[in-house]
Nanobody, 118 residues
Framework: QIQLVESGGGLVQAGGSLRLSCAAS????????MGWFRQAPGKEREFVAT????????YYADSVKGRFTISRDNAKKTVYLEMNSLKPEDTAVYYC???????????WGQGTQVTVSS
């Protein structure tokens, strides 16, 4: 089992930056692949980025590639999402999630709101 708590959301102007954090509880954080997802009003939740448990390899949605960076600190049991060059269309509730590989994202945080004003 793993519990996740996101933080770092807020209101930022277009072109600005934010860093989201997701703190995990549980002893086996390093064995989970971690992901960030987001859900905008009236839209379905969508994938943003993931970082693997074994190799720290990363993968991004095309919409954020080159602007967002996912990273993890296993000693702090925390995963980060650095967001730069933010756009109004990045406005959403951002969720972190964890999964064992192979498997699905079974563990989710409560979400943190990111609002980008134009």
């Amino acid at each position: 089992q793993i519990q996740l708590v996101e933080s770092g959301g807020g209101l930022v102007q277009a072109g600005g930056s934010l860093r989201l954090s997701c703190a995990a509880s549980g002893r086996t954080f390093s064995s989970y692949t971690m992901g960030w997802f987001r859900q905008a009003p009236g839209k379905e939740r969508e994938f943003v980025a993931t970082i693997s448990w074994r190799t720290d390899s990363t993968y991004y949605a095309d919409s954020v590639k080159g602007r967002f960076t996912i990273s993890r600190d296993n000693a702090k049991k925390t995963v980060y999402l650095e967001m730069n060059s933010l756009k109004p269309e990045d406005t959403a509730v951002y969720y972190c999630a964890a999964k064992k590989v192979p498997g699905t994202y079974d563990f989710w945080g409560q979400g943190t709101q990111v609002t980008v004003s134009s």
